[in-house]
Nanobody, 120 residues
Framework: QVQLVESGGGLVQAGGSVRLSCAAS????????MRWFRQAPGKQRELVADITSGGITNYADSVKGRFTISRDNSKNTVYLQMSSLKPEDTAVYYCNADIISLGGRLVNYWGQGTQVTVSA
């Protein structure tokens, strides 16, 4: 069974930095797009950034220039480096990935979420 396991959340002051990690465990043939979403209290879940297997990235306008998504294909891991954090970045951050099994089946998976709280 494939799982996405996130780590790295916590409490940080405004202007600070945090790095999130998300590793895919289980039997994985390959991983296509990997994504980070976030959901703040009372708001809809939104896409923060995504990255293709070839390293092409895409960012939400609200995080451009402050967040960097990267991945290590050898470790089936995606990262989100968050800098110049603002209180409005406070949310639960979720990892998401399109994973292909050995049988060739593509399935979309979600991580359990990790809380990031930015204090003013």
């Amino acid at each position: 069974q494939v799982q996405l396991v996130e780590s790295g959340g916590g409490l940080v002051q405004a202007g600070g930095s945090v790095r999130l990690s998300c590793a895919a465990s289980g039997i994985v043939f390959s991983i296509n797009i990997m994504r980070w979403f976030r959901q703040a209290p009372g708001k809809q879940r939104e896409l923060v950034a995504d990255i293709t297997s070839g390293g092409i990235t895409n960012y939400a306008d609200s995080v451009k220039g402050r967040f960097t998504i990267s991945r290590d294909n050898s470790k089936n891991t995606v990262y989100l480096q968050m800098s110049s954090l603002k209180p409005e970045d406070t949310a639960v951050y979720y990892c998401n990935a399109d994973i292909i099994s050995l049988g060739g089946r593509l399935v979309n998976y979600w991580g359990q979420g990790t809380q990031v709280t930015v204090s003013a």
